[in-house]
């Protein structure tokens, strides 16, 4: 019971927050050039300020309040708008990233799992090779080095993190090699791909879905690590996204504090539900298989 009230509670924020991000443009329908225009207008102005505080620049930051529930921030723009705005290409950019992550790791995995021997040595080696690339300084370092772009994004976030999914979907794969109704298959001729297909990967559903929520807690972490340090790749999506709101708001972080903390609050409170819903379904499904 505790684990279902866990995996509602989680679900029903993590739904709140994605829906927000969704209908941003029908609560606060602003058009894409106004948005980029708050955005030109928070970064001049903020640098400006950040420089000088006291230059007679006048503040029109206001905290939160009936009108404005996550307050103003240093130029009188709406935290509420922007933070909805910024929900968008952030959990975009890792819903895509974690779908291509998914399906390359378990391929990776059920190959390797399922074939063992030569497909095993060569996968986990190639997982050698790749892991070292999955470090925030490394993605930065690609992500400056090639194309600017949401392919580019998606590409190097997917490329460098599918490694532990693999190696959690190799493992299962190993272990369900062993079950009768698989050696039964094999046992009677059953072609390799069929019994994979049929047997193997049905029973990995509830494993990649719980991987699905880390993965995706994960990669939002990053992509908005990412854009908090100054890599953008999501002006295709929106001008502006959580990790620019957090980073433009620090600068007057002891004076205006709602402006960065509060974005990135929403940040947090996205990437807890997420790894929530992964831990109660990994919980809910040990709790089947028990019974």
Not at 195 to 201: D, E, F, K, S, Y
Not at 247 to 256: E, K, M, V
Request: proline share 4%; net charge neutral.
């Amino acid at each position: 019971m505790k684990n279902r009230w866990l995996f509602i509670v989680s679900l029903l924020v993590l739904g709140l927050m994605v829906l927000g991000g969704l209908l941003a443009p029908v609560i606060y329908p602003l058009s894409y050039d106004e948005i980029r225009a708050a955005r030109s207008t928070v970064l001049a102005v903020g640098n400006i300020a950040a420089r000088n505080v006291e230059s007679g620049y006048t503040v029109t930051a206001a905290p939160p309040s009936l009108k404005h529930p996550m307050g103003t921030n240093h130029v009188g723009l709406d935290l509420l708008a922007l933070t909805l705005w910024g929900l968008r290409p952030t959990l975009i950019i890792a819903t895509l990233a974690m779908i291509v992550i998914i399906i390359v790791g378990t391929l990776m995995g059920l190959v390797a799992g399922y074939f063992g021997s030569r497909a095993d040595s060569l996968v986990m080696s190639f997982c050698s090779i790749v892991q070292p690339f999955s470090n925030l300084a490394m993605l930065m370092f690609l992500l400056m080095v090639l194309s600017p772009g949401i392919v580019t994004f998606v590409l190097v976030l997917s490329i460098t993190n599918w490694v532990p999914v693999a190696r959690v979907v190799r493992g299962e794969v190993l272990k369900l090699k062993e079950y009768e109704f698989v050696l039964s298959a094999i046992s009677i001729g059953g072609e390799d791909i069929y019994i994979a297909v049929r047997h193997i990967v049905p029973n990995l559903f509830s494993t990649v879905l719980a991987l699905s929520t880390d993965v995706f807690s994960e990669v939002l972490l990053i992509s908005s690590s990412l854009s908090f340090l100054g890599v953008n790749f999501f002006s295709d999506l929106s001008p502006v996204d959580l990790g620019q709101l957090v980073a433009a708001g620090y600068r007057f972080l002891t004076l205006y504090w709602w402006e960065s903390i509060l974005p990135g609050i929403a940040l947090i409170l996205v990437i807890i539900s997420s790894n929530l819903l992964g831990i109660s379904l990994e919980r809910i499904q040990k709790t089947g298989k028990q019974g």
